[in-house]
T-cell receptor, first 115, second 116 residues
Framework: DAKTTQPPSMDCAEGRAANLPCNHS???????VYWYRQIHSQGPQYIIH???NNETNEMASLIITEDRKSSTLILPHATLRDTAVYYC????????????????FGKGTKLSVKP | EPEVTQTPSHQVTQMGQEVILRCVPISNHLYFYWYRQILGQKVEFLVS????????KSEIFDDQFSVERPDGSNFTLKIRSTKLEDSAMYFC??????????????FGPGTRLLVL
């Protein structure tokens, strides 16, 4: 099962910031937080990832709390094309006898950007 | 920007037929994956592949499924005798190296398989 909890849906006005929360209270020290999105039935698109520091790239910012138990993905100026399902995924090192890096997807948050 | 490609984009087949889904991972990537997504459901891991052998597989990946890297660029998923419940989107993904949390996994656009 996914190690993260996300709200099932959110709305955002076009041009405003979209703040998508994620809880990962059981995250361990060597696990990263990844964000992907899926537009319609297209392949999951990588957005950003982080370990403990806040991260920013051309698509988004990732804010991770100091205790690392939750994070927020920020799309600074949402557009209609940002309407998608957003997945928060915790991923760590290869564990012998366990997961070797495959991603475990939950249901994600369906973000609807409205004009 | 390098990307994972998949062919065909759509495939319709009759139940019991064999299908081969093809993927070209990013060129310097060494670790490959297949996932599937049944309509309206979550993306599910099927199998990972490294150094010409399966590294890990899920319980979905039964004897009807096989994977292969037939040459230096392609990575294929074969379903030997398709069932109605194999109808899904199939996604290929790749990473540069394996098992490291900081290595990003990149996905292809998917193949939509419909079994009639």
């Amino acid at each position: 099962d996914a190690k993260t909890t996300q709200p099932p849906s959110m709305d955002c006005a076009e041009g405003r910031a979209a703040n998508l929360p994620c809880n990962h209270s059981t995250i361990s020290g060597n696990e990263y937080v990844y964000w992907y999105r899926q537009i319609h039935s297209q392949g999951p698109q990588y957005i950003i990832h982080g370990l403990k520091n806040n991260e920013t790239n051309e698509m988004a910012s990732l804010i991770i709390t100091e205790d690392r138990k939750s994070s927020t993905l920020i799309l600074p100026h949402a557009t209609l094309r940002d309407t998608a399902v957003y997945y928060c995924i915790v991923r760590g090192y290869m564990n012998y006898g366990g997961s070797q890096g495959n991603l475990i997807f939950g249901k994600g948050t369906k973000l609807s950007v409205k004009p | 920007e390098p990307e994972v490609t998949q062919t065909p984009s759509h495939q319709v087949t009759q139940m019991g037929q064999e299908v081969i889904l093809r993927c070209v991972p990013i060129s310097n990537h060494l670790y490959f994956y297949w996932y599937r997504q049944i309509l309206g459901q979550k993306v599910e891991f099927l199998v990972s592949f490294y150094n010409n052998e399966i590294s890990e597989k899920s319980e979905i990946f039964d004897d009807q499924f096989s994977v292969e890297r037939p040459d230096g660029s392609n990575f294929t998923l074969k379903i030997r005798s398709t069932k109605l419940e194999d109808s899904a989107m199939y996604f290929c993904a790749s990473t540069r190296i394996r098992g490291v949390g900081s290595e990003t996994q990149y996905f292809g656009p998917g193949t939509r398989l419909l079994v009639l």
